[in-house]
């Protein structure tokens, strides 16, 4: 990037209140409450077993990764069960995705990059339309971006290297009390590090392995030591070959290439399945530059956001025999944070060469003019969200348990 003097921080966290802001309001706006009828209703479920004493880790594949029904419960002891107690915990990760949005472009690059990736977390359509939902998505993209921010704290501080990369590696691995297949996130870390920092893997490694330690003897408490884990994580694996193999919609690697291009381009046909818009192309651009300069601060990102994409789109359901992934957009808030952070990263980039070039003002012009393009090629997203959002709200009394 060319020589900048980035905005003082003062003003960056001002700019930063009002994101937050502009945040809530659309989510508001954007409101459907819990879908009772799905994963929502099973995580409700769950936190109500937790009052009552009587939740086991081991009843269900669905309770094994249980900490977003832990901060459902704590929302109902507060201030009572009800389906907006139920979304409190799901609003505060959305703006915590913002915040560590912020803090990773800031980290990574300066005040701009930190806010344009906030700004595009609150615009991004997969984001949006679930931050009122009860679901594990958005604590898993809470937890990715802290991987993230880790990751960049080690690039700029080398002091800091082995500590932050012990601090992600265990972030990697309690993703489990999240949902299980959240630790595959490990898999992309590692390859950054094999290619980029190879004296990172020994300290990541180990935090990966207390992590799931931490989470294994959490287990065996929790299931007063009488079921075993492998059990288990089998009961997981074929819950989800299950799920996969009867759901309405059945994956095949045909069938998800042809999502993949709908995420991709368009057209928006399934509520649950969002295209990209044309975020999906400074992701692109911002992955080019990573691997031409060999960038280390777009090439932590770029990895984590390509393995999950094509992961989820060619990968499996389960390891014990080959089964496509129903892909649905909300996997990928797991990779919100990387997503952002790329666009972010080529939206200053062209801010800050046309400023070279023409000036301040026109490249002001520039920036908002790209911005707004990505919101209009956003439109046919919010308007298939809005629409998934009225369905909820008019189903959701037939399911309402709480």
């Known amino acids: 990037m060319y020589r900048y003097k980035s905005m003082d921080d003062r ?30 209703g099973t995580l409700i479920s769950i936190a109500t077993s937790m009052l009552k004493g009587s939740f086991n880790i081991a009843s269900t594949p669905y309770a094994l990764g249980f900490l977003q029904s832990v901060f459902v419960a ?22 915590t995705l913002v915040i560590i949005a912020f803090l ?30 009860v679901l594990v998505d958005m604590m898993l993209g809470v937890m990715a971006g802290l991987v993230l921010y880790a990751l960049a704290r080690a690039i700029k501080r080398p002091d800091h290297k082995p500590r932050m990369s012990l601090y992600a590696g265990l972030m990697c691995g309690l993703m489990a009390f999240v949902k299980i297949g959240g630790v595959g996130l490990a898999i992309p870390v590692l390859i950054a590090m094999l290619v980029l920092d190879r004296k990172l893997i020994t300290a990541f490694v180990i935090g990966l392995v207390m992590g799931l330690l931490i989470y294994t003897v959490t287990f065996y408490s929790l299931s007063g ?14 819950n989800q070959m299950v799920v996969a193999t009867h759901n309405t919609y059945r994956a095949n690697v045909f069938s998800n290439y042809v999502t993949m291009l709908d995420v991709l381009m368009g057209p928006a046909v399934v509520w649950q399945v969002l295209p990209f818009g044309l975020i999906m192309l400074f992701i692109l651009l911002a992955t080019c530059l990573a691997f031409k300069n060999k960038d280390k601060k777009l090439l932590y990102p770029a990895l984590m956001f390509w393995f999950t994409f094509l992961y989820l789109f060619f990968g499996t359901e389960s390891l014990q025999s080959y089964a496509s992934i129903v892909v649905v957009t909300r ?25 070279h070039v023409t000036g301040a003002r026109v490249a002001l012009g520039l920036l908002v003019l790209l911005i707004v393009l990505i919101l209009v090629s956003n439109i046919p997203s919010y308007k298939l969200a809005y629409a998934y959002r009225l369905f909820i709200l008019s189903n959701s009394t037939a399911y309402r348990a709480v």
Not at 74 to 95: D, H, K, M, R
């Open 74 to 95: 704590i929302s109902f002891a507060l201030f009572g069960a009800s389906s907006f107690t139920a979304i409190i915990p799901t609003v505060v990760e959305y703006v």
């Open 331 to 355: 996997y990928f808030l797991l990779v919100s944070i990387p997503m952002a952070l790329l666009a972010a990263y080529v939206l200053f980039d062209a801010y800050m060469i046309c400023r």
């Open 225 to 238: 030591w009488k079921v075993s884990i492998l059990s288990a994580l089998g009961e997981y694996s074929q």
């Open 11 to 40: 003003t960056a966290y001002a700019c930063l209140a009002v994101i937050i802001s502009a945040g809530l309001a659309l989510a508001a706006f954007m409101y459907s409450g819990p879908f009772y009828g799905i994963d929502d």
């Open 104 to 133: 990773v472009g800031r980290t990574l690059f300066n005040n701009e990059v930190g806010l344009l990736s906030g700004l595009m977390i609150i615009t991004m359509p997969t984001v949006l339309s679930f931050a009122t939902r």
